[in-house]
């Protein structure tokens, strides 16, 4: 099997004229102004024009090329600037009351903005002095107090004093101390209602003097507008 040493980068000279001694010295290497590409420009034109590989993301000059890694990088923070992006504005939509995936698409963020009522909702409580709305109101974080409407009535109270039933005669009766106080923690959605207790004081009609005193809290039932 015929085998063969590869020599690179080495040079010989031939003798072109013997009567003057003149060398012609031949290279086996080749250089940028001797490599032609197919349009007829050499090597050192095309690749001339580069300056080099930079990292910047930042140069405006022309001529010079991207390092690899370095785009990269840029492609992946742009990748994380728009999916931050994406889930804040999910989560500002899913607070109006539209549930939307933070890996949603554009298009259906598009939409279910869309869909968002710009109408108040109110939802109905029921009767008592605390509630929890986080579960309930998907904007809990931004409501305060005033959006809660509370109708407050006279329950049943106990009279003191031993009063005695008497059908005979007739009481009209006198409230104090209405005046509720409304709460409410917009980091945890508790609203509260505080100062329910109320007086009442009983008089025999045609009287002004007060007979008999007692005291009751005040049935609270809640609405919320969000």
């Not at 009442?200 to 009751?216: A, I, N, P, R």
Request: net charge neutral; hydrophobic share 35%.
């Amino acid at each position: 099997m015929a085998s063969e040493n590869i020599k690179e980068r080495k040079i010989y000279r031939v003798l072109i004229d013997e009567l003057n001694r003149v060398w012609e010295r031949i290279y086996f290497l080749t250089n940028a102004r001797s490599v032609d590409a197919d349009d007829g420009e050499n090597l050192e034109t095309k690749v001339g024009a580069i300056k080099g590989i930079t990292t910047s993301t930042t140069v405006t000059e022309n001529g010079w090329a991207a390092d690899a890694k370095a785009v990269n990088e840029s492609i992946n923070a742009l990748k994380k600037s728009v999916a931050d992006g994406k889930s804040a504005i999910a989560s500002a939509i899913t607070s109006k009351g539209v549930s939307t995936a933070a890996d949603a698409t554009f298009a259906a963020m598009t939409d279910n903005i869309r869909s968002i009522s710009t109408k108040p909702r109110v939802r109905d409580l029921g009767n008592g002095y605390s509630f929890n709305v986080s579960g309930i109101c998907p904007n809990y974080r931004e409501l305060t107090a005033d959006n809660f409407v509370v109708d407050c009535r006279a329950g049943a109270h106990t009279v003191g004093d031993g009063t005695e039933d008497n059908p005979n005669i007739h009481w009209s009766a006198r409230f104090h101390g209405f005046g509720i106080t409304k709460n409410y923690n917009p980091n945890t959605g508790i609203f509260t209602i505080t100062n329910y207790g109320a007086s009442v004081s009983l008089v025999q009609k045609g009287l002004s003097e007060q007979l008999h005193t007692g005291s009751f809290n005040l049935t609270c039932s809640v609405k919320v507008v969000y």
